[in-house]
Every structure is written in structure tokens, then in C-alpha cells.
């Protein structure tokens, strides 16, 4: 079974139908082991940022900013 008809499965949604009605197609299967260049030249090419945001720091639940 293909991951599409799993995710349609278990959790009752449609991964590949597209809003405009029609179908949406796998065009790649990027993996862990895929060379990183490939990858960075793929998302740059979307637009998409190749770094990661910036993790924001742990604040003290406990403490009241009001």
C-alpha cells in the first residue's frame, strides 16, 4: 500500500487531491539520504528558506509579566 493510501486511511483525509479539483502528483521522494546540495537547490528553487528559524529561549512559566 502507498503512503497516500495510508494517510487516506487512517486519518480519513485526501492527501492528493488539490483545491482546483483536480489531482495533485508526486513529482520526488527526498530522503534522509539524500545529498544536502539537492536538497538546498530543490527548496531555494521554491523559495523556500534552507536554514531553520531561530529557536526562541525558555522562559519561566512561573513568571508573571503583568
Known amino acids: 500500500m502507498d503512503w497516500a ?3 487516506r486511511r487512517v ?3 485526501d492527501v492528493l487531491a488539490c483545491p482546483c479539483v483536480g489531482r495533485r ?3 520526488a ?3 534522509q539520504r539524500a545529498q544536502r546540495e539537492a536538497i538546498v537547490a530543490i527548496v531555494t528553487h ?3 528558506p ?3 528559524p531561530p529557536i526562541a529561549r525558555a522562559t519561566d512559566p ?3 509579566a503583568a
Open 29 to 31: 521522494d527526498i530522503g
Open 5 to 7: 493510501s495510508l494517510i
Open 50 to 52: 534552507t536554514e531553520p
Open 25 to 27: 502528483r508526486l513529482v
Open 46 to 48: 521554491l523559495g523556500i
Open 62 to 64: 512561573s513568571f508573571d
Open 11 to 13: 486519518y480519513l483525509e
